[in-house]
């Protein structure tokens, strides 16, 4: 039998709490602003990737959920990418498994492009994967801005706890940085805030309508409101959530990720054509965080929404069984959010 090399790994989901959402420099996968997420736990929500390398693999390939997706042996694909940048590292690296070809098996455990971040923990899971295959020396910096030219998102998957990715790296000394370059740090890893509990409420699994990689280049292209915000608000922002999340600092918190929420779909809707990832019950969720806050006299729960109708809530510890309550009333005894399978709980995580 010839040689080969086979592993598995997991990774967690991000949910941006500062959006990300248009990309300066198409080619290299760069953003038009920086962005700042919360890693979730994958006890829910993860992907699972397995590769095994051969010598004898004529092609890379991938299969998605079961799904064969041509894409990973068609040149120039984002895929594909990410194989031959993985590949690049393994021959400057002396690797003699360098020019092996790699068959991979993916799945997600919960809806993939329902707007729940399946490319970010995708695209980390394969540039991890394939790293640990080929027996890669580099770290995960490294890794993350491999993960960000598959999907922008996936390049904060490589880290727990806190996570930004700046907008920068304005002056690369050399292709090799301009590849690598632009990547996610951590802010502060998942034990930094006990306090902090994470809701995801499953809206619609239904693959969205417009994908986020077309999406963010038509707002690009048409939407006054998001050059105004990339330039004037989220720089800003950036640094309060910084601060926000060092002194963890809830009420600061809260409002910054819902007030970036709704300004990242303020700019969706000023698309030109516009763009609608919330729905009815997406909007009525918004409504009772706002309302349950009130109740509870202080700010208690944040609600974000990325590309799709979905919502993640982020919300005080001792102020989970009462938001709990608060959904189950605003749905009974309409038939709106099911009991079972339909709400996610976790910590910030991994
Ligand atoms: C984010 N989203 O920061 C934002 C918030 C959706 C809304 O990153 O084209 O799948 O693959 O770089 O990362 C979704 O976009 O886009 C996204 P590509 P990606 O999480």
Known sequence: MSESASVTCTAPVNIAIIKYWGKRDVERNLPTNGSISVTLSQKALRTTTSVHLSPEHPADRLWLNGKEDANASRAGTRLAKVFDLIRRLARQEGNPRAEWHAHVASHNSFPTAAGLASSASGFACLAF???????????????????????????????????????????????????????????????????????????????KTVSSTSGMQTTVRTSPLHTYRAAHVVPARMEAMRQAIAARDFDAFAKLTMEDSNQFHATCLDTYPPIFYLNDTSRDL????????????????????????????????????AWLDAVAALYRPANGLRANGDAWFSDAHD
């Open 129 to 207: 994967s394939l790293a640990k295959a080929y027996g890669l020396q580099a770290g995960n910096d490294v890794l993350s801005g491999i993960a960000r030219q598959g999907s922008g998102s996936a390049c904060r998957s490589l880290f727990g706890g806190y996570v930004a990715w700046e907008h920068g790296y304005e002056e690369a000394a050399s292709p090799e940085d301009e590849d690598f370059g632009s990547h996610a740090v951590q802010l502060a890893d998942e034990g930094h805030w006990p306090e902090m509990a994470i809701f995801v409420h499953i809206v619609s699994a239904e693959k």
């Open 286 to 321: 918004i409504q009772l965080v706002h309302r349950f806050n009130e109740q509870q006299g202080a700010i208690m729960a944040a609600y974000t929404y990325d590309a799709g109708p979905n919502a993640v809530v982020y919300i005080k510890r001792e102020a989970c069984r």
